[in-house]
């Protein structure tokens, strides 16, 4: 890991970018971004796990990473793939590298976001205040993570066309990412009637639809048009 990279992709990401796209140290900014992306990522995700407690913390810290990891795992040949398509091909190493730093850069915002985050958290929110509180954080931390990209992208014909069409996979990617790892805050019916025992939490919830799905019932309840649902097995709670 290198202090030098590790400053550069907080204090000057644009030249981290030109770095990737010009083949100049591409080892080590993969590995300083894994890195970031391991410590970063893990703290934020703990931070999350604290709303329920427990080895929802645990839980939390790992599938955060994991997440952004998969991410960039379908990301980057997408992105190779759309650059060459477009007229801006690069190579695929060069590729990796941006997404691992734009990567990186994502999970050092949300380690810097961590300790405001817990701090709200911490006075008792609901699970709905927090969900976007955590929500907001993420979108900061994916704004960062796409400008690094884009700056990678340097200027030329097609730029605007190849930035949207960037823009869109990784968006689309992240989201279903998030949804496929979830529970993250864990939802308050996990609470049991009598005791006030938690239910066990799985470490994934079970397949069911996809993040756009989601978003489409979400836009048909904020109508106040309700669809049925199975309701979840014993024990199974429901958490996001």
Not at 117 to 131: E, K, M, P, S, T
Not at 190 to 218: C, K, M, N, Q
Request: net charge positive.
């Amino acid at each position: 890991m290198s202090a030098a990279i590790l400053n550069r992709l907080l204090r000057a990401p644009g030249e981290i970018a030109e770095d990737c796209r010009e083949d100049r140290d591409l080892r080590a900014i993969a590995v300083t971004s894994l890195v970031a992306v391991a410590l970063g990522a893990a703290a934020f995700g703990g931070v999350i796990g604290s709303f329920r407690g427990g080895i929802q913390i645990l839980y939390a810290a790992v599938k955060l990473p994991a997440a952004l990891l998969l991410t960039l795992a379908i990301c980057a040949p997408a992105f190779h793939a759309l650059a060459a398509g477009l007229g801006r091909a690069f190579p695929m190493r060069s590729i990796i590298a941006l997404a691992l730093a734009s990567a990186g850069r994502a999970a050092l915002v949300l380690l810097a976001l961590s300790p405001l985050v817990w701090i709200v958290l911490d006075r008792g929110i609901g699970y709905h205040a927090a969900a976007l509180v955590c929500a907001v954080a993420y979108a900061v931390a994916g704004a960062a993570a796409l400008g690094v990209i884009l700056r990678g992208l340097g200027e030329g014909p097609g730029r605007l066309v190849t930035a949207l069409a960037f823009a869109g996979v990784f968006f689309a990617v992240t989201g279903q990412a998030g949804w496929i790892f979830r529970p993250y805050l864990v939802r308050p019916r996990t609470w049991t009637a009598s005791g006030g025992h938690l239910r066990s939490v799985p470490f994934l919830r079970a397949y069911e639809g996809s993040f756009a799905d989601a978003i489409y019932l979400s836009s048909r309840s904020a109508r106040g048009v309700y669809d049925e649902a199975p309701a979840p097995s014993e024990g199974e709670g429901e958490a996001r």
